[in-house]
């Protein structure tokens, strides 16, 4: 079975610092990875993902993640943190076949910056 | 437009009451799903529709009926919920193009059930 795994329920990181939010997966095959963000009483919007290619993503709002083949981990990072950028972070492994996209989440991450 | 929209934002529905849930997308989606997510937790895939047949029912108790009336449109309907379905329901919608693309989602309908 496909699987990611967020180890950390609650990362801290004081505005500026630089930020990482970890993910592992476990995938037969060739993994989709995604992260996806969440903010209070809202849906999850989109971040970035790892379909093939260069192992570090761009993605939106400055985030990043890095792919790592190796450790099956693909980590969510950020150079500087906002306090803004305090929600709920998800991973996810997508299984695709004719019936569609079908994402799994890891148990989410909480993120808190602090001024 | 990248937007899902989903209605209400909030239901309050006792156990006995038929309610329905709405979703609406105008990316030119095929695939659309229903995700419900309790409090603290992940989303859990609910259904899947791909070019508006159901192709994926996650052993959903039949108190939750989907509907896909057209490529655009996404209706879960609700009859006879215990109070233990009360969630945050998530509307998503994604290409069809036999590759992982990502998913949108709607903001959700927080449902409490009374």
């Known amino acids: 079975a496909q699987s990611v795994a967020q180890p950390e329920d609650q990362v801290n990181v004081a505005e500026g610092n630089p930020l990482t939010v970890k993910c592992t997966y476990s995938?037969?095959?060739?993994?989709?990875l995604f992260w996806y963000v969440q903010y209070p009483n809202r849906g999850l919007q989109f971040l970035l993902k790892y379909i093939t290619g260069d192992n570090l993503v761009k993605g939106s709002y400055g985030f990043e993640a890095e792919f790592n083949k190796s450790q099956t981990s693909f980590h969510l990072k950020k150079p500087s943190a906002l306090v803004s950028d305090s929600a709920l972070y998800f991973c996810?492994?997508?299984?695709?076949?004719?019936?569609?996209?079908?994402?799994?989440f890891g148990g989410g991450t909480r993120l808190m910056v602090k001024p | 437009d990248t937007e899902v929209t989903q209605t209400p934002k909030h239901l309050v529905m006792g156990m006995t009451n038929k309610k329905s849930l709405k979703c609406e997308q105008h990316?030119?989606?095929?695939?659309m799903y229903w995700y419900k997510q309790k409090a603290k937790k992940p989303p859990e895939l609910m259904f899947v529709?791909?070019?508006?047949?159901?192709?994926i029912n996650e052993s959903v108790p039949s108190r939750f009926s989907p509907e896909c009336p057209n490529s655009s449109l996404l209706n879960l309907h609700l009859h006879a919920l215990q109070p233990e379905d009360s969630a945050l329901y998530l509307c998503a919608s994604s290409q069809v193009i036999g590759r992982a693309t990502e998913a949108f989602f709607g903001q959700g309908t927080r449902l409490t059930v009374v």
């Open positions: 995938v037969s095959g060739n993994p989709y």
């Open positions: 990316m030119g989606h095929r695939a």
């Open positions: 996810a492994v997508s299984l695709t076949n004719n019936a569609g996209n079908m994402l799994t």
């Open positions: 529709y791909s070019y508006e047949k159901l192709s």
